[in-house]
T-cell receptor, first 111, second 113 residues
Framework: NAGVTQTPKFQVLKTGQSMTLQCAQD?????MYWYRQDPGMGLRLIYY???????DKGEVPNGYNVSRLNKREFSLRLESAAPSQTSVYFC??????????FGPGTRLTVL | QKEVEQNSGPLSVPEGAIASLNCTYS??????FFWYRQYSGKSPELIMF????GDKEDGRFTAQLNKASQYVSLLIRDSQPSDSATYLC?????????????FGKGTHLIIQP
C-alpha cells in the first residue's frame, strides 16, 4: 500500500514550457487535492476533486489546469510555466472524512 | 477569506518539557481541525484531528479545541528531539465534505537536548 505517490520528484523548467505533475492514490479515496507550498506562505489549495468526474478551483488556481483521470489519478498541468510557479507541489487524498493524506511532493523550479 | 493564524516561532523547548502550540481561525463555521507535522524537505504528516470542543489525547499528544474562542492548540508532553519540526494547523469547513483545508503558516518547534 503506497498511499499517495507523485511524479516527478524534481523538475526544472524554462519560462513558457509546459508540464504535467502526476498524482495517484491506492487508498480508494474519493477526494483528491493539489496544494502548493511557498516559504512564508504555508500550503495553499490550487484545485480539488471531490469525486471522480468533478473538479473545482481552490484559492490559487490561475495558471493551472487539472484532470481527474479516474478514481486513482489526479494530474496538475502548467500550460506556460512562469517563475512565480516555482514551488513545492503536494497532492493529497481523503476518504469519507476530510482527513487528508499527502504525497511526497514535487519540487519545481521555473527559470 | 478564511484565515488560520499561527505564531511562526521558532519555539524552543527543553527536552522532556511540554511544548504548547496554538492556532486561531477566523471562520466560525469551521467544523474540523487538524494538526500536521512537517519535517524539513518532507510532506505534511497527520498527527491529530479534533471535531468537538474539549481535549483529545493520543499518546504524548493532546489537541484542545475551543470553538467559542476560535482556537485550537496542540500539547506535546515529554518532548523529544525527534519532535523538532514545523507544526501546521489546518481547518476544514466542509464537515465531512471535500472542499479542502485552510492551513496556517506553521510553527517551527525546536526541542533542545
Amino acid at each position: 500500500n503506497a498511499g499517495v505517490t507523485q511524479t516527478p520528484k524534481f523538475q526544472v523548467l524554462k519560462t513558457g514550457q509546459s508540464m504535467t505533475l502526476q498524482c495517484a492514490q491506492d487508498m480508494n479515496h474519493n477526494s483528491m487535492y493539489w496544494y502548493r507550498q511557498d516559504p512564508g506562505m504555508g500550503l495553499r489549495l490550487i484545485y480539488y476533486s471531490a469525486s471522480e468526474g468533478t473538479t473545482d478551483k481552490g484559492e490559487v488556481p490561475n495558471g493551472y489546469n487539472v484532470s481527474r483521470l479516474n478514481k486513482r489519478e489526479f494530474s496538475l498541468r502548467l500550460e506556460s510555466a512562469a517563475p512565480s510557479q516555482t514551488s513545492v507541489y503536494f497532492c493529497a487524498s481523503a476518504g469519507g472524512t476530510d482527513t487528508q493524506y499527502f504525497g511526497p511532493g514535487t519540487r519545481l523550479t521555473v527559470l | 477569506q478564511k484565515e488560520v493564524e499561527q505564531n511562526s516561532g521558532p519555539l524552543s523547548v527543553p527536552e522532556g518539557a511540554i511544548a504548547s502550540l496554538n492556532c486561531t481561525y477566523s471562520d466560525r463555521g469551521s467544523q474540523s481541525f487538524f494538526w500536521y507535522r512537517q519535517y524539513s524537505g518532507k510532506s505534511p504528516e497527520l498527527i491529530m484531528f479534533i471535531y468537538s470542543n474539549g481535549d483529545k489525547e493520543d499518546g504524548r499528544f493532546t489537541a484542545q479545541l475551543n470553538k467559542a474562542s476560535q482556537y485550537v492548540s496542540l500539547l506535546i508532553r515529554d518532548s523529544q528531539p525527534s519532535d523538532s519540526a514545523t507544526y501546521l494547523c489546518a481547518v476544514s469547513n466542509s464537515g465531512g465534505g471535500a472542499d479542502g483545508l485552510t492551513f496556517g503558516k506553521g510553527t517551527h518547534l525546536i526541542i533542545q537536548p
